[in-house]
């Protein structure tokens, strides 16, 4: 689309029972069109659900069931709102979740919803890059804007359209004006997916997967914003030849929502090494893990083992330096630290002869044939793999960690020193298996949970587990798998 001071601008936000388009419906709808930066119209209208509202959705927004009593359904104004969207740029914030939603509605309908779209959290990121916060309410307190009432549909709305206007005042039309078109980008999809497949997924947290001609999987992705996600598949510059491959080869979009990014996270990991997806090459399971063990030499120095092993034994995992991918990562990345922190490549594993190369050039201070003393050399050794040591578990023994969406959806993973002994996933007042456990180390899982223990998610829950507890809290909810 080819934004320019002609165009129609339809500022847009709704309030809806759930993140879902797919399972909840709108409450309310806000739009203030504006043409040549003049407000031509504005619409607002409450809608009755079919549904209760939610109580998380009452106390945020104030909209409860009673106020939806005679409210007009979807179907009542469909058209309607179709007709003041027309011909406009549809403009919202985080803006696939408000258009996910109406193009849902309007494919319950029979009707067909396209418009060119413009998300104003992208816009405030490429406008002012050097800002922290882009949300709706960072703006509102940024620009000193009016904001009515908050999380209601039309005052929402309203706070965008001054959001641009204040923006043009600041950095100039033509500026904000080359900014949109840049993010107005018509989307060129392949052949064989049609933008309803992407419009059905949810803006949720979860994995989406890719299939192929045969009904093969071809890719496996996580995201916090699944549709978002996807859809940037499709929009990326400059994608490399097997990209283009991949995507010229989906015929079926599916997903599988988690409650948030750690599920998201551990259950990708888990398809991945589960089915080998064509064009995860990267992150397949490797049959074996490639570590840097600790040793102690002929002369009291510490020395490093690279090995292959399948497993780490419980306990054991101090004495691992670190982890690669293979032999030659290993012996590259041993290579730095031996420039870096003046160690001997022969005791690093690295060569397989006393005294090393190093040695003869003066580099190394003879570690390897026992000049130098093991008090100094381990002092400069432990230094140099601090950073890469596995942690060390930060609990006394099992911890329970619990993720869960709004909507009361989410997973529970069982972990003890590292290890996933239970993953479930709870829906529907029900808990079920969510990925099989293996009760063994594996990097990628540690990888995750050291990540997510150190962050400070408030969805996350961490509850170190007693004897008495466990019965209570775990076999709760095992009883029912």
């Not at 090995?307 to 054991?316: I, K, P």
Request: charged fraction near 25%.
């Amino acid at each position: 689309m080819n934004v320019d001071s002609n165009t129609p601008y339809a500022f847009v936000d709704l309030e809806t029972t759930g993140t879902s388009p797919k399972h909840n419906r709108v409450i309310e709808v806000g739009i203030v069109r504006v043409e040549q930066g003049e407000v031509v119209q504005e619409y607002r209208t409450l809608l009755d659900p079919g549904e209760p509202v939610p109580a998380f959705v009452s106390s945020l927004t104030g909209i409860h069931s009673a106020m939806l009593v005679g409210a007009p359904q979807f179907e009542d104004v469909a058209l309607e709102i179709a007709e003041i969207l027309e011909g406009a740029l549809f403009v919202a914030h985080n803006a696939m979740f408000d258009y996910g939603f109406l193009n849902m509605e309007f494919c319950r309908l029979g009707l067909k919803f396209s418009y060119p779209y413009l998300c104003t959290a992208k816009l405030s990121r490429k406008l002012y890059p050097k800002v922290r916060g882009h949300s709706v309410d960072a703006i509102v307190s940024r620009f000193g804007l009016d904001a009515g009432e908050r999380h209601r549909a039309l005052d929402d709305a309203r706070v965008l359209h001054q959001f641009l206007d204040v923006s043009r005042g600041k950095l100039g039309a033509l500026s904000v004006d080359e900014a949109i078109h840049e993010l107005v980008r018509v989307r060129r999809l392949p052949m064989h997916v049609k933008e309803s497949m992407i419009t059905k997924l949810p803006e949720s947290p979860g994995v989406y997967l890719f299939y192929g001609k045969q009904d093969e999987l071809l890719y496996v992705g996580k995201s916090r914003r699944i549709r978002t996600r996807v859809r940037s598949h499709f929009t990326k510059d400059g994608l490399s030849g097997r990209g283009q491959d991949m995507l010229s080869e989906i015929r079926r979009i599916e997903h599988i929502e988690t409650g948030g990014e750690l599920g998201a996270l551990i259950l990708e990991s888990h398809l991945i090494k589960e089915h080998g997806p064509v064009y995860n090459v990267r992150e397949r399971e490797r049959h074996a893990l490639c570590i840097a063990r600790q040793g102690e030499g002929e002369h009291g120095h510490a020395v490093v083992r690279i090995e292959y092993v399948d497993a780490l034994t419980h306990g054991h995992e101090g004495a691992v330096l670190s982890i690669f991918k293979t032999k030659k990562q290993a012996q590259e990345q041993l290579a730095v630290l031996a420039k870096e922190h003046n160690l001997c490549p022969y005791l690093l594993d690295i060569e397989q002869r006393a005294p090393c190369f190093a040695h003869q050039l003066d580099a190394c201070q003879g570690a390897c044939v026992g000049k130098e003393k093991p008090r100094h050399y381990n002092k400069r050794f432990e230094a140099a793999f601090t950073s890469r040591r596995i942690s060390t578990w930060p609990y006394a023994g099992l911890v329970g960690i619990e993720e869960r969406s709004v909507d009361g959806t989410g997973e529970l993973f069982i972990v003890d020193n590292w290890r996933l002994l239970a993953a479930l996933h709870y829906e529907d007042g029900e808990w079920h298996e969510f990925v099989p456990a293996r009760f063994q180390f594996e990097y990628d899982i540690y990888k995750i949970l050291a990540r997510e223990l150190t962050r400070r998610n408030v969805k996350v829950v961490v509850r170190e587990l007693t004897s008495t507890e466990e019965y209570e809290f775990l076999g709760a909810r095992i009883a029912h798998v």
